[in-house]
């Protein structure tokens, strides 16, 4: 059984930082693209991050220079560092897993909110 399981979610405000994990169980995360989404109300889910198997990573425009996005291979852990959140950053941030074997293999995570006050 595949799970994404996110933390690190919560009430900051503008200009704080925070760090997300998700921790991965049931696939092979070595060979797992790994991505950083989020969702806020009433809008579409976009990507902010995304770090391949290989370790190159890229970002959307918006968080570029304030997000960082990192994994360790050995726990099944992907990270979002965030910095300088600003409070268009508010939304619940999902993580990804996409197997660089098997394009069907893609799973979600629950998601974990981020709220960002100014």
């Known amino acids: 059984q595949v799970q994404l399981v996110e933390s690190g979610g919560g009430l900051v405000q503008a200009g704080g930082s925070l760090r997300l994990s998700c921790v991965a169980s049931?696939?092979?995360?070595?060979?797992?693209?790994m991505g950083w989404y989020r969702q806020a109300p009433g809008k579409q889910r976009e990507l902010v991050a995304y770090i391949i198997a290989g370790g190159s990573t890229k970002y959307a425009d918006s968080v570029k220079g304030r997000f960082t996005i990192s994994r360790d291979n050995a726990l099944s852990t992907v990270y979002l560092q965030m910095n300088s959140l600003k409070p268009e950053d508010t939304a619940v941030y999902l993580c990804n897993a996409q197997s660089i074997v098997s394009s069907r293999s893609n799973y979600w995570g629950q998601g974990t909110q981020v709220t960002v006050s100014s």
């Open positions: 049931g696939i092979i995360f070595s060979t797992s693209d």
